[in-house]
């Protein structure tokens, strides 16, 4: 099977605050598990319906500026029993800061070349 993806995602540890930029308004801190140049994924324990578009702000290790970006939701997975209200959200990026974007694309360049090393 051959990989739809433009950019490498790399798994690592951000933190990711939204909020919905339609009504109903809602906003949330949570802890992503991958990203890209492309966008992220993150678990969210309300369900983001496809289509919907966030304002963010990602916190990356080692950097105490996040990076800004407004994106939009691509794909919603229930990961948690039925019961359950946990879901993982793929988000791709619509707006990015081309500052922020540089950033994003060196810290991931960077943490390619480290796995690489190791």
């Known amino acids: 099977m051959q990989e739809k993806r433009k950019f490498v995602r790399i798994q690592w540890p951000i933190v990711v605050q939204y909020k919905t930029l339609e009504e109903p308004y809602t906003k949330d801190q949570i802890v992503g ?14 369900r983001l319906p496809k289509g919907t578009r966030l304002d963010m702000q990602i916190q990356v290790p080692f950097d105490s500026m996040p990076i800004f970006a407004k ?40 943490e390619i070349k480290e796995k690489r090393i190791e």
């Open 33 to 46: 598990s991958d990203i890209s140049e492309g966008g992220v994924s993150f678990i969210s324990y309300e």
């Open 71 to 110: 994106g939009e939701v691509v794909w919603v997975k229930n990961v948690g029993e039925e019961h359950e209200k946990t879901f993982e959200v793929g988000l791709e990026f619509l707006e990015v800061d081309p500052r922020d974007r540089n950033r994003l694309k060196t810290y991931i360049d960077n």
